[in-house]
Nanobody, 120 residues
Framework: QVQLVESGGGLVQAGGSLRLSCLASGRTFSSYAMGWFRQTPGKEREFVGAISWTTYYADSVKGRFTISRDNAKNTVYLQMNSLKPEDTAVYYC????????????????WGQGTQVTVSS
């Protein structure tokens, strides 16, 4: 069982930056692929990016967002730069015990989400 807790969300102006963190419980964190998703009201959850032995990003965030992990701290990060109003969403981290995936249905564990609001 893995528990995930996101933090770091907030309100930022367009063009600004935020770094989200996702702290995972468990002693096998390094073996999990970690994904970031986001969701706005009335829309399906959207893949943002993921990390396992490599990283992969959605086209909408490529070049602006960076995912990294610190296995010693059981933490994965989402560095978000050049934020746009359309990045406003609740951001979720997720874990799966296989290679990373872009489909939310393939993830086994989810955090509670953290709100990111980008003002224009």
């Amino acid at each position: 069982q893995v528990q995930l807790v996101e933090s770091g969300g907030g309100l930022v102006q367009a063009g600004g930056s935020l770094r989200l963190s996702c702290l995972a419980s468990g002693r096998t964190f390094s073996s999990y692929a970690m994904g970031w998703f986001r969701q706005t009201p009335g829309k399906e959850r959207e893949f943002v990016g993921a990390i396992s032995w490599t990283t992969y990003y959605a086209d909408s965030v490529k070049g602006r967002f960076t995912i990294s992990r610190d296995n010693a701290k059981n933490t994965v990060y989402l560095q978000m730069n050049s934020l746009k109003p359309e990045d406003t969403a609740v951001y979720y981290c997720a874990a799966r015990s296989k290679l990373f995936a872009t489909n939310e249905m393939q993830y086994d564990y989810w955090g509670q989400g953290t709100q990111v609001t980008v003002s224009s």
